[in-house]
């Protein structure tokens, strides 16, 4: 559950989260030759190096210290050259230009490197500084001050001091999570964002009303709407505008979204899309829109009107382009494409989209949207392993142990047991571990061997004792 997991994330209040780390210098250094096994393909580019005595990291030509923070792995680094979201006839890049193609006179900003500092990511987008969702155990730091972005937000004010009014803007995003069909470490998001000149509201208020008129036979019949929202103290407009302005921004972005998902989902003859009250430190008013889909409401997109503050500090270095600065109101969205693709094209495991399997991406040479035709899956390799806790513990930390040892073998990992020994009061942990190629047979002998490195490695790592 991609896009709900960041808005609850994003959206949790100033919950008490302790930081757990790795040491991280180390297992960088201890993984860097370990991995063999990740990624059967060429998956780590040239671009990358780790320098001899594990200080620095060499990424695109920067050289990035490494520091008490660092807890990214060459692994997750390799994948930053892969950019699937350019590859043609990649489904995730089908889904971007089909939306680019919806939202035609946006401009495409595909190419931010997703290095950014956590400024970028997180204190120019007013995420407190308390905020859970800044947690070590979360995302994948390179040091202290630079990580690679945790979502496509973080490129907001590029995109408006781009110069233009209204872009959309695709890339690989990063975030440490558990490890399942539906999760991986890395999956790619797409952030739209207009906005308009308010300074005489009712010429706008018209411009905007036309906007909506000309889409609206496209979509008008076919598109159920749930919209009981209402504007209120927990999901206020902003002080600084006014409401007669605010409105039809909002209308605005309502409209929008909903012709991209009526766009999207062609194939259902009646498309449900319910809107709920969310929030991001980012945008206020907030929402949510989820699209009822084979039975399901899938929660799809976050989305709202933009902090003016991110308006106004954009304007502080592109006058020309943002020069009345409160009166320039916009919107924002932002979604998963790998949740969207999942959907739109039945696949259904995150890790086919990193696959170099012809028999997957033969399938998308077209560039259009439709039904993945499965190929038989491999049998899968089952391994439990059991251990008592050290002092801290963290799951997030564990996935990433396994991922790192294990690459895209590994499926599935799920606590199946936890309890506390009533004498020595310690906590034991069981977790299953499903190890599953999607292009080729294991054997029991090669997944034996990684889980001998996994258990080491977790081990040394996080300070449990195997039982
Ligand atoms: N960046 C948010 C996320 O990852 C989504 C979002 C984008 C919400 C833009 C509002 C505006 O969850």
Same mark, same amino acid.
């Given at each position: 559950?991609?896009?709900?997991?960041? /808005?609850?994330?994003? /959206?949790?209040?100033?919950?008490?989260?302790?930081?757990?780390?790795?040491?991280?210098?180390?297992?960088?250094?201890?993984?860097?030759?370990?991995n063999?096994?990740d990624a059967p393909h060429a998956d780590r580019g040239?671009?990358?190096? *780790?320098?001899?005595?594990?200080? /620095?990291?060499? %990424?695109?030509?920067?050289?990035?210290?490494?520091?008490?923070?660092? $807890?990214?792995?060459p692994g997750?680094l390799a994948k930053?050259t892969r950019?699937?979201?350019?590859?043609?006839?990649?489904?995730?890049?089908?889904?971007?230009?089909?939306?680019?193609?919806?939202?035609?006179?946006?401009?495409?900003?595909?190419?931010?490197?997703?290095?950014?500092?956590?400024?970028?990511?997180?204190?120019?987008?007013?995420?407190?500084?308390?905020?859970?969702?800044?947690?070590?155990?979360? $995302?994948?730091?390179?040091?202290?001050?630079?990580?690679?972005?945790?979502?496509?937000?973080?490129?907001?004010?590029?995109?408006?001091?781009?110069?233009?009014?209204?872009?959309?803007?695709?890339?690989?995003?990063?975030?440490?999570?558990? %490890?399942?069909?539906?999760?991986?470490? *890395?999956?790619?998001?797409?952030?739209?964002?207009?906005?308009?000149?308010?300074?005489?509201?009712?010429?706008?208020?018209?411009?905007?009303?036309?906007?909506?008129?000309?889409?609206?036979?496209?979509?008008?019949?076919?598109?159920?709407?749930?919209?009981?929202?209402?504007?209120?103290?927990?999901?206020?407009?902003?002080?600084?505008?006014?409401?007669?302005?605010?409105?039809?921004?909002? /209308?605005?972005?309502?409209?929008?979204?909903?012709?991209?998902?009526?766009?999207?989902?062609?194939?259902?003859?009646?498309?449900?899309?319910?809107?709920?009250?969310?929030?991001?430190?980012?945008?206020?008013?907030?929402?949510?829109?989820?699209?009822?889909?084979?039975?399901?409401?899938?929660?799809?997109?976050?989305?709202?009107? *933009?902090?003016?503050?991110?308006? $106004?500090?954009?304007?502080?270095?592109?006058?020309?382009?943002?020069?009345?600065?409160?009166?320039?109101?916009?919107?924002?969205?932002?979604?998963?494409?790998?949740?969207?693709?999942?959907?739109?094209?039945? %696949?259904?495991?995150?890790?086919?989209?990193w696959s170099q399997?012809?028999?997957?991406?033969?399938?998308?040479?077209?560039?259009?949207?439709?039904?993945?035709?499965?190929?038989?899956?491999?049998?899968?390799?089952?391994?439990?392993?059991?251990?008592?806790?050290?002092?801290?513990?963290?799951? $997030?930390?564990?996935?990433?142990?396994?991922?790192?040892?294990?690459g895209d073998?590994?499926?599935?990992?799920?606590?199946?047991?936890?309890?506390?020994?009533?004498?020595?009061?310690?906590?034991?942990?069981?977790?299953?571990?499903?190890?599953?190629?999607?292009?080729?047979?294991?054997?029991?002998?090669?997944?034996?061997? %990684?889980?001998?490195?996994?258990?080491?490695?977790?081990?040394?790592?996080?300070?449990?004792?195997?039982?």
């Open positions: 559950m991609r896009n709900p997991v960041v /808005a609850r994330r994003l /959206a949790i209040s100033h919950a008490c989260c302790r930081l757990h780390r790795i040491n991280t210098t180390r297992s960088y250094a201890g993984l860097i030759h370990s063999s096994h040239p671009s990358i190096v *780790v320098d001899k005595q594990g200080s /620095a990291v060499h %990424i695109n030509g920067q050289i990035y210290s490494l520091d008490s923070w660092s $807890n990214v792995t997750i930053t950019k699937l979201h350019l590859h043609p006839s990649h489904p995730i890049s089908i889904i971007r230009s089909h939306i680019e193609n919806h939202f035609a006179t946006f401009k495409p900003l595909n190419n931010y490197h997703p290095v950014v500092t956590t400024r970028q990511n997180f204190d120019d987008l007013y995420i407190p500084v308390d905020h859970p969702s800044r947690n070590i155990s979360d $995302n994948y730091y390179i040091n202290q001050t630079t990580m690679l972005r945790a979502h496509t937000s973080a490129h907001q004010l590029q995109g408006l001091r781009s110069g233009a009014s209204k872009f959309l803007i695709s890339g690989d995003v990063y975030r440490r999570d558990e %490890i399942d069909a539906s999760h991986y470490p *890395v999956f790619h998001q797409m952030e739209g964002f207009q906005y308009f000149d308010m300074s005489v509201p009712s010429i706008t208020a018209d411009q905007v009303n036309a906007d909506i008129a000309i889409q609206t036979p496209t979509i008008a019949n076919k598109i159920h709407t749930f919209d009981d929202t209402v504007i209120n103290v927990r999901n206020p407009i902003q002080s600084s505008h006014p409401i007669e302005a605010a409105m039809p921004v909002i /209308a605005h972005l309502k409209h929008s979204l909903n012709s991209m998902v009526r766009m999207l989902f062609h194939d259902e003859p009646d498309l449900q899309v319910k809107w709920v009250d969310a929030y991001f430190p980012f945008t206020s008013p907030s929402w949510e829109m989820e699209v009822l889909y084979q039975g399901k409401w899938l929660e799809l997109c976050g989305c709202g009107v *933009v902090h003016q503050g991110i308006m $106004n500090a954009a304007g502080e270095n592109l006058l020309s382009a943002i020069s009345i600065q409160d009166y320039k109101i916009g919107w924002a969205f932002g979604f998963g494409l790998e949740r969207l693709a999942m959907v739109l094209f039945d %696949i259904p495991d995150i890790r086919l989209f399997d012809p028999r997957f991406l033969d399938q998308f040479a077209g560039g259009k949207i439709f039904k993945f035709q499965p190929f038989s899956k491999y049998p899968p390799c089952i391994k439990d392993m059991s251990f008592w806790l050290g002092e801290e513990w963290n799951e $997030n930390n564990f996935c990433s142990v396994v991922r790192e040892v294990a073998i590994v499926e599935d990992v799920k606590k199946i047991d936890d309890f506390v020994h009533s004498k020595t009061n310690k906590r034991s942990m069981c977790y299953r571990i499903v190890y599953r190629s999607m292009d080729r047979n294991v054997t029991n002998e090669e997944i034996n061997n %990684i889980q001998e490195v996994v258990r080491n490695q977790v081990q040394e790592k996080l300070g449990v004792e195997l039982r």
